[in-house]
């Protein structure tokens, strides 16, 4: 059974440092790992989707590595904002039938202070 | 404006009664998946559909019903007989078999046992 496990699971920051958020997972058999923001109280959104042939993805400030075969990912955000404090959800994908099951990680809770 | 909409946000419910929790999406989207989320954790399914009058049994089904009579919705019953239901819910759509897709997440319900 696929497990991910998202390390650390809170992280306090000032304003400017950039920070590497840490995700793995135990089967290597994915299609695709995705990172995803949740605000408190509110539904995720997708930040960065890395299909399984990929080594990374970035969007502005955000650039995701994969390291499949040893069961790795990092997201990593440059000079940090007061607007990027969030929970960060890992994802992967299921290889079955349906195609686009996701077994997510636990979080980080990501507090950047002014 | 394409999304997907939950209501209500916040819901309480007694001991003993069933509840429901809806789930709209208007993205033409084939799949559709329920998701709970305890504090501090990850997301964990309950139960997906990938076509209407279908649906399938995710990680934690047990307490729970769904049913798919349209694309567009998908509701969740909470029963009785979910011991510990209280839990911030989330309803997700995607396409079916576009594996570089991400899932589209609701705003979610927040679910209180009184």
């Known amino acids: 059974k696929q497990e991910v496990t998202q390390i650390p699971a809170a992280l306090s920051v000032p304003e400017g440092e950039n920070l590497v958020l840490n995700c793995s997972f135990t089967d290597s058999a994915i299609y695709n790992l995705q990172w995803f923001r949740q605000d408190p109280g509110k539904g995720l959104t997708s930040l960065l989707l890395?299909?399984?042939?990929?080594r990374e993805q970035t969007s502005g400030r955000l650039n995701a590595s994969l390291d499949k075969s040893s069961g790795r990912s990092t997201l990593y955000i440059a000079a940090s904002q007061p607007g990027d404090s969030a929970t960060y959800l890992c994802a992967v994908s299921k290889p079955d039938n349906a195609g686009n099951m996701l077994t997510f990680g636990g979080g980080t809770r990501l507090m950047v202070k002014p | 404006d394409g999304g997907i909409t939950q209501s209500p946000k916040y819901l309480f419910r007694k001991e003993g009664q069933n509840v429901t929790l809806s789930c709209e999406q208007n993205l033409n989207h084939d799949a559709m998946y329920w998701y709970r989320q305890d504090p501090g954790q990850g997301l964990r399914l309950i139960y997906y559909s990938q076509i209407v009058n279908d649906f399938q049994k995710g990680d934690i089904a047990e307490g729970y019903s769904v049913s798919r009579e349209k694309k567009e919705s998908f509701p969740l019953t909470v029963t009785s007989a979910q011991k510990n239901p209280t839990a911030f819910y989330l309803c997700?759509?995607?396409?079916?078999?576009?594996?570089?897709?991400?899932?589209?997440f609701g705003p979610g319900t927040r679910l209180t046992v009184l």
């Open positions: 890395i299909q399984s042939s990929q």
């Open positions: 997700a759509s995607s396409t079916l078999g576009a594996l570089t897709d991400t899932q589209y």
